[in-house]
């Protein structure tokens, strides 16, 4: 724990002017993110006397070991520059609203040539026009089922629009007039988009005029004697009046506003917000946040303001915003919600009438928000934490163990052989720490030697990161073959973890923001095997220096948690939260280890001879094979009939010629006779 005397910074050093500070602990991490109009008298209050200082703030000081400052022009700037870097560094003691669901919303893709309507969750795309969010997929879609009578717009995904175009025929919908069928040029593009634009604008709530219109179509129709359009016309109408009764007027000025409404204990505190269009609720969402500050009503609202419109702009900032209490720098907050609506926003308490009325309503649901999480979080983190003190009893160890990482290897008959790491904090996974790695100084298959290898690996990257923060004084571990230091491991694949390029949210990170690997030790080493592969363990460790870190290993067959130098394993009941904790453990870490693995086999299997020939890209290696029709012929080719491929000149076809030669399978054999087949 760091007095934070120790880090104080000189009488005069702070700037008298707005800014944002950051709060770094031993490790350089950013663990607390806070703005100032003066940077000063703001600081000067977290070195006060520490016993002056709310618990959760004296916490913070005591963790910290630095603090920094930026200085700004104004509170705008500064209020854009905390949310900013509270994105970038994610720091644990910053209020962070966290979904307890993934909300989803209406899009209509406006940025296609022909726009489809279809429910999106999930970041919002340029181009796609968004209407809620709503609490349930399925009421978007019943909502959007009503409307296609009257606004029969493409919602078919891209391969059914292909199909459909290809073979002349439309789907289903295009029979039963829920879609006009723009794949078989019922209509034209222009026509189409002009039918979205329609729908987006009765969706938005403009939804008086365009009722109107058709009232006075059907009675016109009626008056010709088209009875036939004059019935359609009435059953289109039912039909958008079903929909809008869907959402039941709140508010009768057809305001367009959003209502913030928080709940909030000592610990935690709840956000619900209503999204009313046209004065009706047209989406609904809510938050939860652990309250790791000291904190009031009025800076949850100004969280909630960040967090809710950090990446919107335009019409998704409504022109009135309605808060349970004024943020504390209400007139930068109030210019900052203009600045990316493009417009005046007004940011009020409502104190009377129909949005008092409807604030209530939104408190009472952000309320119950709360119960229902406190309810279901208290048995989680019972449950944890009792899993937690069971492993730390029945393996000897001083303290809980709060990050464990569990190691596991993979390989496909001793081909392709590759290992994973997992992480697990507070008995949670944490995805954006995983990683994964090809065993390079084993050949073929020994689990043992591999996992001394991946251990190794590992804790001299651990160990890279201490040198480089200045954390540790001896010299830099190099890699197994001498050459220095080790090259960066590959991380977990984005939120599922099974393909794909890395998204390497979250997680440790050095003062310029980057993520940095392996920066943390855990106090838990989990392997998958048995004694041999925790005595491989516990040996790597060894050799690198390393003796708080404890080692065990979790063995599939009778589930024995076994120990470094123990001739017996550990045998944990078979009821108990312990086990629980380490066999999911222990089979995430399998789980990504053979995700690893199977598409690491599929790219070899899909590998070409081609790939590896030097100066041919894709465009001249589909010229070859369309050319010859297959490897085989190619490789059967003579230098003068590969130049007469278009684009390739002598001296590629002689490196081709010389690396198929040398790349020449081996004959086949009849395994009945063993005689060898020859071509035909």
């Known amino acids: ?70 200085v700004v022009s104004t509170e705008v700037e500064a209020l854009q520059l905390e949310y900013s870097w ?12 966290r979904d307890d669901k993934s909300y989803p919303s209406l899009a209509v893709t406006l940025n296609e040539e022909y726009p489809r ?3 999106m969750r999930g970041p919002k795309k340029k181009g796609v026009r968004y209407f809620g969010p709503y609490a349930h997929a399925w009421a978007i879609r019943e909502t959007v089922d009503l409307m296609l009578r009257a606004f029969p717009v493409r919602t078919c995904s891209a391969g059914v629009f292909k199909r459909s175009a290809q073979i002349g025929r439309p789907c289903l919908l295009g029979y039963i007039g829920k879609c006009c069928a723009p794949c078989v040029g019922r209509v034209t593009a222009a026509e189409h988009r002009e039918l979205a634009e329609e729908f987006c604008d009765f969706v938005a709530g403009h939804t008086g005029s365009y009722l109107r219109r058709l009232e006075r179509e059907m009675a016109q129709a009626a008056e010709e004697t088209e009875y036939e359009k004059a019935a359609r016309l009435r059953d289109d109408i039912d039909a958008l009046k079903r929909a809008m009764e869907k959402s039941a007027v709140v508010l009768t000025d057809a305001t367009d506003a959003d209502l913030i409404a928080v709940a909030e204990d000592e610990l935690e505190a709840a956000v619900q917000i209503f999204h009313v269009r046209g004065g009706r609720v047209r989406g609904q969402r809510g938050w939860v946040t652990d309250k790791v500050e000291e904190i009031a009503t ?12 950090g990446e919107e702009s335009g019409d998704a900032v409504p022109k009135e915003v309605l808060v349970p209490a004024l943020p504390p720098a209400e007139e930068p907050v109030a210019q900052w919600l203009g600045e990316r609506r493009g417009a005046a926003v007004s940011l009020r308490v409502p104190q009377r009438g129909d ?19 406190k309810t279901k979080r208290a048995s989680d983190l019972t449950t944890r934490s009792r899993a937690l003190e069971e492993i730390a009893e029945a393996l000897g160890l001083d303290s809980a163990p709060l990050r464990v990482e569990c190691f596991d290897i993979s390989h496909f008959q001793g081909d392709d052989v590759v290992a994973s790491m997992v992480v697990f904090e507070d008995g949670l996974a944490r995805k954006s720490e995983y990683r994964r790695f090809q065993i390079k100084s084993v050949v073929g298959q020994d689990d043992v030697r591999s996992m001394h290898e991946v ?15 200045g954390e540790w004084g001896g010299q830099a571990p190099e890699t197994a073959d001498g050459e220095g230091p080790a090259p960066a491991e590959e991380p977990e694949t984005g939120p599922s973890g099974e393909t794909g390029p890395a998204q390497e949210t979250g997680g440790a990170r050095d003062e310029d923001g ?88 599929s790219k070899s299997m899909k590998a070409s001879p081609l790939d590896d020939v030097p100066g041919l890209g894709a465009a001249r290696k589909q010229a070859l094979i369309k050319h010859f029709g297959s490897v085989k012929r190619l490789r059967a080719a003579t230098v003068e009939e590969i130049c007469e491929v278009p684009g390739v000149g002598r001296k590629t076809a002689e490196t081709l010629a010389a690396a198929l030669a040398a790349k020449s399978p081996a004959p086949a054999v009849n395994t009945a006779t063993g005689e060898i087949v020859e071509d035909a």
């Open 355 to 373: 949005k008092r009325a409807l604030m209530e309503t939104v408190r009472r649901n952000a309320q119950q928000a709360l119960v229902l999480h």
């Open 117 to 119: 309507v279809q429910v």
């Open 86 to 97: 509270i994105k970038e560094f994610d720091p644990r003691f910053n209020v962070k609203y």
């Open 298 to 309: 009025p800076q949850l609202v100004e969280h909630a303001l960040q967090q809710l419109y």
């Open 514 to 601: 980057r993520p940095r690997k392996f920066a943390y030790p855990p106090q838990l080493l989990v392997v998958d095997g048995g004694q041999p592969q925790v005595a491989a363990a516990r040996s790597a460790l060894d050799e690198l220096g390393i003796d708080d870190v404890a080692v065990c290993g979790l063995a599939k067959r009778l589930e024995e948690v076994w120990l470094p130098g123990e001739e017996h394993p550990v045998v944990l009941p078979r009821t108990s939260e312990g086990l629980y904790l380490l066999q999911r453990v222990r089979d995430e870490a399998h789980r990504f280890a053979i995700t690893y693995q199977r598409s690491k086999r």
């Open 1 to 70: 724990m760091a007095d934070p005397s120790s880090y104080r910074p000189e009488p005069g050093e702070i700037p008298d002017s707005p800014g944002v500070y950051r709060f770094r602990d031993e490790h350089r991490r950013v663990i607390y993110v806070g703005k100032a109009k003066s940077l000063r008298q703001r600081l000067a209050n977290y070195f006060q006397d520490l016993a002056g200082l709310h618990v959760r703030t004296r916490t913070m000081v005591t963790t910290a070991a630095s603090v920094e400052w930026t």
């Open 455 to 469: 251990i190794s690996r590992r804790f001299r990257r651990y160990l890279q990161e201490k040198r480089r923060t």
